[in-house]
T-cell receptor
């Protein structure tokens, strides 16, 4: 089966750092995505990890450990506009078909 | 600019009627498009994979006779919600992957369907 877990909600302060964790169990694995979604809008791509390690892109970094089925998204120097839902998604390869399976998302609230 | 477009962005229809939602890949040809549904405060649920020139692949629990998918060209996929009911009210989003770039998934802006 497929299972992707991430916290439902988190709160952080403007200017601070926050780490959003994601654990997954899938029958196949072909990469992990992080997306940002503001209310009422479609998700936008943040990062993609397929190999173990840390990928850094500006204020956002994403880490993957395939052996542990674990990833995190690190957001630095938080800004009010970072208030959004953050979706962890896994590319699950099943019978040569790729599917992107999403976690339930983490709603991040930024306090001034 | 936008890579994927959807039309309409919002639609309100009466129970029992059918609604067609279009998804267009603007920048590149897409042999595969994905359709997702998102209920309020929930995550995206994959409904089906739309394959150009062949039948769509539906996820478990998604009625293929209710959600008709047509991928007639390399840039257009349509989702038709037939005999819509209030419980079909949701945010429908399509996505495409750029060929040769397995990590580049682009989402359409979504279609908000309200069935009264």
């Amino acid at each position: 089966g497929q299972n992707i877990d991430q916290p439902t909600e988190m709160t952080a302060t403007e200017g601070a750092i926050v780490q959003i964790n994601c654990t997954y169990q899938t029958s196949g694995f072909n990469g992990l995505f992080w997306y940002q979604q503001h209310a009422g809008e479609a998700p936008t791509f943040l990062s993609y990890n397929v190999l173990d390690g840390l990928e850094e892109k500006g204020r956002f970094s994403s880490f993957l450990s395939r052996s542990k089925g674990y990833s995190y998204l690190l957001l630095k120097e938080l800004q009010m506009k970072d208030s959004a839902s953050y979706l962890c998604a896994v590319r699950d390869e099943v019978n040569r078909d790729d599917k992107i399976i999403f976690g339930k998302g983490t709603r991040l609230h930024i306090l001034p | 600019g936008a890579v994927v477009s959807q039309h309409p962005s919002r639609v309100i229809c009466k129970s029992g009627t059918s609604v067609k939602i279009e998804c267009r890949s603007l920048d590149f040809q897409a042999t595969t498009m994905f359709w997702y549904r998102q209920f309020p405060k929930q995550s995206l649920m994959l409904m089906a994979t739309s394959n150009e020139g062949s039948k769509a692949t539906y996820e478990q629990g998604v009625e293929k006779d209710k959600f008709l998918i047509n991928h007639a060209s390399l840039t257009l996929s349509t989702l038709t919600v037939t005999s819509a009911h209030p419980e079909d009210s949701s945010f429908y989003i399509c996505s495409v992957f750029r060929a040769g770039a397995p990590h580049e998934q682009y989402f359409g802006p979504g279609t908000r369907l309200t069935v009264t």
